[in-house]
């Protein structure tokens, strides 16, 4: 029993994520501008930039874990079935987007700081993991909600 695609909830989840992708990007961006600059060497600002990505992961490792255990204690259900019913199925291919975009974004920078102009970062690096958001968020949409019912 597979619900429908709730066009609305799908849109706002599909562009919440597109934009956490383009955030990622503008990471990159905003090391790309400042390194020229300030003339500070390309291994300097990649570093930096990996950092920004590091910490974005592990921020929202630590944000998931608070909201599920919240919500767990909610429904008294085990944080376990919760995650591998709410968060697992669609997080998976979501948070991979999420690095593949910044693997790219970061490839990105370290090619145009290399070349002293502006890379084109290529179809794959921006189609790739925006269907790949796009998948998730009809996995969020769809098959999550009937998951959680399942567990209910």
């Known amino acids: 029993m597979v619900r429908r695609l709730d066009l609305s909830f799908f849109a706002a989840v599909a562009l919440n994520n597109l934009g956490v992708l383009l955030l990622l990007w503008l990471v990159s961006a905003t090391w790309l501008f400042y390194a020229r600059r300030a003339e500070i060497p390309g291994k300097r ?30 429904v008294n259900l085990p944080w376990a079935r919760l995650f591998f019913t709410l968060i697992l199925p669609h997080g998976a291919v979501e948070y991979t987007a999420f690095a593949l975009g910044a693997a ?21 690096a921006v189609f790739i993991p925006a269907g790949m958001v796009l998948l998730a968020a009809v996995i969020e ?6 998951l959680f019912k399942i567990q209910l």
């Open 104 to 124: 790219f974004a970061l490839a990105w920078l370290g090619r145009s700081l290399e070349r002293k102009r502006r890379y084109y970062p290529g179809h794959p």
């Open 141 to 146: 949409t769809v098959v999550t909600p009937s």
């Open 45 to 74: 600002a990649c570093r930096w930039a990996l950092f920004c990505y590091l910490f974005f992961f592990a921020k929202e490792m630590i944000r998931v874990a608070r909201v599920l255990a919240a919500f767990s204690s909610r």
